[in-house]
């Protein structure tokens, strides 16, 4: 079946620092949605990337999908506590009506 | 309204009870979904709905069986559960099938 690779799983840094989370697909994606997940919480939407190099910007967070549309990345300018949680790629293939979720990497943020 | 809702919060049943989790958005949205999450998993599709009618089902076993009464409501009907079907399971609805996907909170479902 379609998979999303995503990666790291786990990532520890100090407040302040950057992070950032990558997803792969060894086919062309049409899209991509980005997810983040509070512990003890729910999935909550943050974007979706539809074109091909799309680079999308909501405050500290950086959102790219990659020329050939098979990558995308997270990126998170000077981490805060309140970044803590799961943050999950959901890849769309073809025309499937389905998204594939990434594995989500955790991120934790220490003070 | 830009809220999904779940009911119950949180559920315990035993293997031969039969128990329903429901789902409600007030959005507009013409595609709701059932997930199934474990910890430290991503979500797992189980059934998609689109236009009332069920479009995807995730060879998800006869144990679970799906019903969307309306536009707005989506259930979940639960029947002779195993133990290892505890898990939270999430619902979440979107404009289109390809469009963000809203979760609601989720029910977290024990089955002893």
């Known amino acids: 079946g379609q998979q999303v690779m995503q990666i790291p799983q786990y990532q520890h840094v100090q407040e302040g620092e950057d992070f950032t989370t990558y997803c792969n697909s060894s086919?062309?994606?049409?899209?991509i949605q980005w997810y983040k997940q509070r512990p003890g919480g729910h999935p909550v939407f943050l974007i979706q990337l539809v074109k091909s190099g799309e680079v999308k910007k909501q405050k500290r967070l950086t959102f790219q999908f990659g020329e050939a549309k098979k990558n995308s990345s997270l990126h998170i300018t000077a981490t805060q506590t309140t970044d803590v949680g799961t943050y999950f790629c959901?890849?769309?293939?073809?025309?499937?009506?389905?998204?594939?979720f990434g594995i989500g990497t955790k991120l934790q943020v220490i003070p | 309204d830009t809220e999904v809702t779940q009911t119950p919060k949180h559920l315990v049943m035993g293997m031969t009870n039969k128990k329903s989790l429901k789902c409600e958005q007030h959005m507009g949205h013409r595609a709701m979904y059932w997930y199934k999450q474990k910890a430290k998993k991503p979500p797992e599709l189980m059934f998609v709905y689109s236009y009332e009618k069920l479009s995807i089902n995730e060879s998800v076993p006869s144990r679970f069986s799906p019903e969307c009464p309306n536009s707005s409501l989506l259930n979940l009907h639960l029947h002779a559960l195993q133990p290892e079907d505890s898990a939270l399971y999430l619902c979440?609805?979107?404009?289109?099938?390809?469009?963000?996907?809203?979760f609601g909170p989720g029910t977290r479902l024990l089955v002893l």
């Open positions: 959901a890849g769309r293939h073809g025309g499937y009506q389905k998204v594939t």
């Open positions: 086919t062309t994606l049409s899209n």
């Open positions: 979440a609805s979107s404009q289109e099938v390809q469009r963000a996907q809203y």
